[in-house]
């Protein structure tokens, strides 16, 4: 039997809600799981890869133990580049069954405010009050399709997200839109299930590069590149190790900067799967898309040739996420006003907190006010230990009487909170990151888009 009322309730159960419940397990801090284990990854078509290394793909613990590389390098697996998705699915699934067996494999449908409290309604038709929430549900709800794509039938355009199924596309002219990961990877799936096979990018496409492994590497190189979990570079070193940092970067640095950073790029070890096996159009766009006689009908548009028509069976969209809170389908309207936001995510104070007091997201909906960290696993590692503090921590005693003075969904004023007032070192580093780390096109690139 699980308590109908806790203090944290956790939705998602992917790195981060696994993280924080073995974190709030370890604390001892009541809590209870909402969602499926690992299922993003579970749902990943069989033979696709990991775009971070092994070691950059861990699930936090508070002893630093039972790694994603130990998990491979345990079961005879490749344990730096490439790694399966199903090998993480695994390893997640097991560190799950080991620290977190309660994890309750439920939806959450409803998640309200009453009093002080929130209130979150289960699939199963069960009411559970939390003091506490912590959202962590991934890119769940964010898949993009473009607009000119949006008004085709349903079926006829679907988005790489959740796609396993590629023998119904056997014979059928296929469009995959995009140029980053998930759509060459897709496309090379979808050609080797025997559809014909057509890619449209926007841009260029910035293949990752195939370099040494780190311990191939020269002293020299590894001090001027230095390697991180996301990636090479002074810039990405900073990002790991100095977390908190962009987070007292000005919005209109901090958030242009994550949008721009780390962009999509294809890994090196899928070019041999997609050149000379399919055509990729680099600069192209669809300009209308219509359906005529039973084919869709596209209109292109391709740099330095122009504008013509094709016609394909289906559409695939690799074209990305956009975070926006009011895509949460479970967050009630009432309650997602509350949330003061960055453009369309939520703004988040340093402890991951919203500006509806006792309510946290973590994962990729919590760049904006982190920056590229979080957007992937590597990030778990921060997010997880600052948002398992701060649930420890005895209340706030000045906040709880602003709150209550100020009503509701009201945030203590930043200058009257001095948990949230920077540290001189902490301003001279922002100072320093503003001006190193301007967003540039050619700005690094490995994201998993
Ligand atoms: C195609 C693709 C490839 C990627 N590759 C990488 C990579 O190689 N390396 C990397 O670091 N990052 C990668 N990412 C990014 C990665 O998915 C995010 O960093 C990740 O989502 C972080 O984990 P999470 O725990 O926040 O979310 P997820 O792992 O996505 O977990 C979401 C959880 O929320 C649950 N959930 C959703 N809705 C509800 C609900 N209503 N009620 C209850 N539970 C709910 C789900 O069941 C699930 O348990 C990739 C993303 C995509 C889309």
Redesign the pocket.
Known sequence: MYPSSVDVAI?????????LAIYLRKRGIQHRI????????RD?PKN?????LGF??SIPTPDGRTTFPEYCRSHGLEDYEPIE?AT?AEY?LTLQQDHVPYVE?????DLKRANDQFVLT??TGERVRAKRVVV??????F?RIPEVLAGLPAGRVEH??GRTDFDSYANKDVVVVGGG??AL?HAALLHEHGARVRVLARSRVYWGGHGPREWERKLIDRIRVPISS?GHGRENWVLQHIPWLMHYLPAEKRIPFTRKHLGPAPAWWLRERVDGKFPVQEKTVIVQATVNDDKLALRIREEGVGEYDISADQVVAGTG?EVDLER???ISKELATEVRRWDRAPKLSRHFESSVAGLYF???IAAASFGPL???????DFAVSTIAAHLARRPNTFGAVWRRIAGPGVSVPATANPERVMSQTERNYSRHLQHSLEPSPRSPRSH??
């Open positions: 939705i998602g159960a992917g790195p981060n809600g696994l993280g909402f969602g499926s284990p690992m299922q993003t990854w990943m696709m890869n990991l775009k971070s950059a793909t998705f993480f997640g494999d439920t939806k959450v449908t289960l699939e962590a549900v991934g890119l769940t709800y898949p790489t997200w990961s998930s990877e996301i996420y949460i389908t479970f973590m994962g990729p979080v957007r992937f696993v590597a990030g778990a998993w888009e």
